[in-house]
Nanobody, 125 residues
Framework: QVHMVESGGGLVQPGSSLRLSCEASERPFSGKAVGWFRQAPGKEREFVAAFRWELNRPYYTDSVKGRFTIAKDNARKTVALQMNSLKPEDTGIYYC??????????????????WGQGTQVTVSS
């Protein structure tokens, strides 16, 4: 079973930036897709972004487009999440997910078999 490990969370002010990193217990990760999800307090976990390795293509939820960027790490074959212009509504636990093959239902957390424990991101003044 592959495990994902996130790092890089923290407490920042609105408008600040954070970079989240994700590594897989299997190195390099042999999967073709890596995704990021988040869970705000009192809410369900939601899709944030995903990366389709063979096409070098990122996918984002509308609320983060133009502010978040998935950066590919070729050596580790995983992705980082660069988060700019952070807002209080971005607060939550951010989870990295992986799967062996791409799925058109990449926004559905049930399609991702490999997960990390999550890293806390808090955006507050």
């Amino acid at each position: 079973q592959v495990h994902m490990v996130e790092s890089g969370g923290g407490l920042v002010q609105p408008g600040s930036s954070l970079r989240l990193s994700c590594e897989a217990s299997e190195r390099p990760f042999s999967g073709k897709a890596v995704g990021w999800f988040r869970q705000a307090p009192g809410k369900e976990r939601e899709f944030v972004a995903a990366f389709r390795w063979e096409l070098n293509r990122p996918y984002y939820t509308d609320s983060v487009k133009g502010r978040f960027t998935i950066a590919k790490d070729n050596a580790r074959k995983t992705v980082a999440l660069q988060m700019n212009s952070l807002k209080p509504e971005d607060t939550g636990i951010y989870y990295c997910a992986g799967r062996q093959y791409w799925t058109v239902a990449y926004y559905d957390q049930d399609q991702w078999p490999f997960w990390g424990q999550g890293t806390q991101v808090t955006v507050s003044s």
